[in-house]
């Protein structure tokens, strides 16, 4: 079981903007920040969000982040096929000193 | 631009120590703001944190609780590059192993990632 709960899949159809959430604790999202990944098949993830709702330079805007408590939210808008993807939240566990990730979403763009 | 690119055995028996290696270029594993972390992925696990060195004024290191008693992260600042041992490893430790680095707060340059397998 992850530390960092993630529902196990969204869909959306072109075009249509998708969220995915990422719940944890005052020990980890709470007091920590949150970052991003996206995962394409048979690659490395790739860091979308940092510092909560920061785009790394070539992030396109259609990504955001957002934090509210111990809960953090991945926004999609303007989907497109080449986004199908799985996406995955992390932070920092202070009770742990340790990282921590999500469960992972699978995005399906019908 | 950074990139880290990583080395070592796919395949290791059972019970013996697993050995990846992260070389660095466009950064220095001495960098007082990153830090050199090591990721698994498996099916059954998902994306797991293994731990991560790093240089603020003195070396650091931090490990996930599931390893600790068997993992030990090593920066060698000669060839500017950091390492990973796992000990005494299982079955369950076959997984896509990934050196990162963390900048901020997020893992922004990720290795290619090798594929461990653990078997006899």
């Known amino acids: 079981q992850s530390v960092l709960t993630q529902p196990p899949s969204v869909s959306a159809a072109p075009g249509q903007k998708v969220t995915i959430s990422c719940s944890g604790s005052s020990s980890n999202i709470g007091n920590n920040y949150v970052s991003w990944y996206q995962q394409l098949p048979g690659t490395a993830p790739k860091l979308l969000i940092y510092d909560n709702d920061k785009r790394p330079s070539g992030i396109p805007d259609r990504f955001s982040g957002s934090k509210s408590g111990t809960s953090a939210t991945l926004g999609i808008t303007g989907l497109q096929t080449g986004d199908e993807a799985d996406y995955y939240c992390?932070?920092?566990?202070?009770?742990?000193?340790?990282?921590?990730f999500g469960g992972g979403t699978k995005l399906t763009v019908l | 631009q950074v990139q880290v690119q990583q080395s070592g055995p796919g395949l290791v028996k059972p019970s013996q120590t697993l050995s990846l290696t992260c070389a660095i270029s466009?950064?220095?594993?001495?960098?007082?703001?990153?830090?050199w972390n090591w990721i698994r992925q498996s099916p059954s696990r998902g994306l797991e944190w293994l731990g991560r060195?790093?240089?603020?004024?003195?070396?650091?290191?931090d490990y996930a609780v599931s390893v600790k008693s068997r993992i030990t992260i090593n920066p060698d600042t000669s060839k500017n590059q950091f390492s990973l041992q796992l000990n005494s490893v299982t079955p369950e430790d076959t997984a896509v192993y990934y050196c990162?680095?963390?900048?901020?707060?997020?893992?922004?340059?990720w290795g290619q990632g090798t594929t461990v397998t653990v078997s006899s």
């Open positions: 992390a932070t920092w566990d202070s009770s742990l000193s340790a990282g921590v």
């Open positions: 466009g950064d220095s594993v001495s960098s007082n703001y990153a830090a």
């Open positions: 990162a680095r963390g900048a901020v707060a997020g893992m922004d340059v």
């Open positions: 060195t790093y240089f603020r004024s003195k070396w650091y290191n």
